[in-house]
Structure formats: C-alpha cells, structure tokens
C-alpha cells in the first residue's frame, strides 16, 4: 500500500506494518522498519534509516543518510539533519564475553528522546540514552552525551551548553542578568536556575 503513494518514492524501502500519514515524504532509499509510527507532514530523506518502533511525531525531519535507531522518541516539529545518528546501545559490543556472537536477547535497546521543537544538526551523533529537551539547538558535528535542558545551544565532543536559543531557533541575548530575548521574535526568556530556561512573554 506504501508504494502506490507518490509521496514515497519506488525505492524506499518501508515495512508493511509501519504507520505513517498520508502527507508524510519519504525519500530514495529510505528505509522505515516495523512498527514504526510517523505524523502528519513528517519528511524522511534520501538514505535516512527509522528503527523499529520509532514515534516520530507531525512536522518532523529527518535528513539525508540520518541513521534513527529504536526505541527514539521524536516530539513534533523536531529536525534531525543529514547524517545525524541516533545510538541505542549503551555497552556495545558484537560479542559476549565468552565469544558468542550478540544476539537480540543479549542486550536491551536505549533510546534518544527528543522533544518539541529540538534540532540536531548535522553529522552529529547523540549517544542513548539521554533526553534532548524542547526547542533546543544541537550545533553540527557535536557528540551529545548526557541531558541537553530546554533551549540550550550545545555544541562540540562531548558537548557542552554555550548559549541559548528560542523557538526561531536563533541564539538569545541577554538584556539584563538572567533575562533573555530573542532577537527575532523579541519573545522574552528568564533563568530560574542552572540550566533551565523558560518563556515568559511572546509577541
């Protein structure tokens, strides 16, 4: 039924048993695995792999060659750029101690959760399991190792917070101790502790 949709290109490769909404795009050689859900007006780009199981909630993309290994978690409106990889093995290994060869009964899956509105540029590779909060801004190329708060901007191997972002998704400007703007949007952010941010004001 996937492949009579001309939102989805001949060569995806998409399971049956996924669940994905009509407006969804799913580009060359995708590939989407069992089980797999996708909201409304989600894109899936050339090469892009989405693990079994995999939530991804409406208005998210996820770009070329991005590797979403299960059991992520994606919000709405979250963007996953090119060649991003989304890990689900904390210990990995292709071995048990005793030489064995790993099979699925040898290890259990952790997962990335991204939330709202978050961004992961590219090439980065975020290492489970660990939660991305809302609206903030992985920079390209970072390893992201533990919790990323709301509206943080981190960037770099292991990455570290170095500012923050709104949900237009540009760097805030302090205005007064603990008091952030966006310069775009003039929304309003205040710090109420280390490391967490909130909106106070939108116009």
Same mark, same amino acid.
């Given at each position: 039924?996937?492949?009579?949709? #001309? +939102?989805?290109?001949?060569?995806?490769?998409?399971?049956? /048993?996924? /669940?994905?909404?009509?407006?969804?795009?799913? %580009?060359?050689?995708?590939?989407? !695995? *069992?089980?797999?859900? +996708?909201?409304?007006?989600?894109?899936?780009? &050339?090469?892009?792999?989405?693990?079994?199981?995999?939530?991804?909630?409406?208005?998210?993309?996820?770009?070329?060659?991005? +590797?979403?290994?299960?059991?992520?978690?994606?919000?709405?409106?979250?963007?996953?750029?090119?060649?991003?990889?989304?890990?689900?093995?904390?210990?990995? !290994?292709?071995?048990?101690?005793?030489? #064995?060869?790993?099979?699925?009964?040898?290890?259990?899956?952790?997962?990335?959760?991204? &939330?709202?509105?978050?961004?992961?540029?590219?090439?980065?590779?975020?290492?489970?399991?660990?939660?991305?909060? &809302? %609206?903030?801004?992985?920079?390209?190329?970072?390893?992201?190792?533990?919790?990323?708060?709301?509206?943080?901007?981190?960037?770099?191997?292991?990455?570290?917070?170095?500012? %923050?972002?709104?949900?237009?998704?540009?760097?805030?400007? *302090?205005?007064?101790?603990?008091?952030?703007?966006?310069?775009? /949007?003039?929304?309003?952010? !205040? *710090?109420?502790? /280390?490391?967490?941010?909130?909106?106070?004001?939108?116009?």
């Amino acid at each position: 039924m996937h492949e009579s949709n #001309t +939102l989805r290109h001949p060569s995806a490769d998409i399971a049956a /048993t996924a /669940t994905l909404a009509e407006s969804v795009r799913v %580009w060359h050689y995708a590939q989407i !695995r *069992e089980n797999a859900n +996708l909201g409304e007006n989600c894109i899936v780009g &050339r090469g892009a792999y989405v693990g079994t199981g995999v939530e991804v909630g409406p208005n998210c993309k996820i770009q070329n060659y991005a +590797l979403v290994y299960e059991p992520a978690k994606l919000a709405a409106g979250v963007f996953i750029g090119p060649a991003v990889v989304l890990t689900n093995d904390h210990f990995p !290994r292709a071995i048990n101690a005793d030489g #064995t060869p790993k099979s699925a009964d040898d290890w259990h899956p952790v997962g990335v959760d991204i &939330r709202e509105g978050a961004s992961i540029g590219a090439n980065s590779t975020c290492i489970a399991p660990i939660v991305i909060g &809302r %609206w903030a801004l992985v920079g390209a190329g970072s390893v992201v190792v533990k919790d990323v708060p709301d509206f943080a901007l981190v960037v770099g191997s292991p990455a570290k917070r170095v500012g %923050w972002v709104g949900t237009a998704g540009h760097p805030l400007k *302090e205005t007064s101790p603990g008091e952030w703007a966006c310069p775009v /949007t003039d929304a309003k952010y !205040r *710090e109420i502790a /280390t490391d967490q941010l909130i909106e106070v004001q939108s116009k």
